[in-house]
């Protein structure tokens, strides 16, 4: 009698690949997605319970990999989109450009923490909103009202007002201390 062995990782490689350049079309992106997948297994092999098939888990990993950066790469191509949009719309010269950008860049880095890791995960990551939530382990009203405080705090700066960001700490400056005129001990003017 011949016992079947449980397929090892090493055994699913090929078929992985395989189903990975049917997904793909592209030899290259197929390996990245095979090694893309079996990081993901290996983070979450706890997850895989006992009689599991692994081929199947694995080709589910792999699947669900292969959506994700599916995901991700639209968001980027919308993104990109947008910005050039934005950037054929109003292309102010050079100079004026640059120091927007950076007088934006220093508002963004100076948000409070909380607030600057909502709005890129958010805005510059596309995470939507519950996803970023989870990611920053706080519920999605916080992380919303921290968005809307982010948001137009740089706002702010759109509409020409002085942003309302925290000043960066600067050391404590010590007030010298005020003087208060005093009467001598004499007898005062209003006793003669």
Not at 48 to 61: E, H, Q
Not at 85 to 111: M, S, T, W
Request: charged share 25%; proline share 8%.
């Amino acid at each position: 009698m011949m016992l079947r062995k449980r397929p090892d990782v090493l055994d699913l490689l090929v078929p992985l690949r395989r189903y990975a350049r049917s997904l793909t079309r592209d030899p290259g992106q197929a390996d990245d997605l095979v090694h893309d997948t079996l990081v993901r297994a290996l983070e979450r092999q706890g997850t895989l319970r006992p009689g599991t098939n692994l081929r199947t888990w694995l080709m589910t990993v792999l699947h669900n990999a292969f959506i994700d950066d599916q995901r991700r790469r639209k968001v980027e191509a919308r993104y990109a989109d947008a910005l050039g949009h934005i950037a054929d719309a109003a292309v102010p010269p050079a100079q004026e450009g640059h120091v927007r950008l950076a007088q934006i860049r220093e508002a963004f880095h100076r948000l409070p923490d909380e607030q600057r890791e909502a709005l890129h995960l958010v805005t510059i990551e596309g995470l939507a909103y519950q996803e970023a939530a989870d990611v920053l382990g706080i519920p999605i009203g916080t992380l919303m009202s921290r968005l809307g405080r982010a948001r137009a705090a740089l706002r702010s700066i759109e509409s020409g007002a002085a942003p309302r960001l925290p000043a960066p700490e600067a050391p404590p400056v010590r007030q010298a201390p005020r003087l208060r005129v005093v009467q001598g001990g004499g007898p005062s003017a209003d006793a003669s």
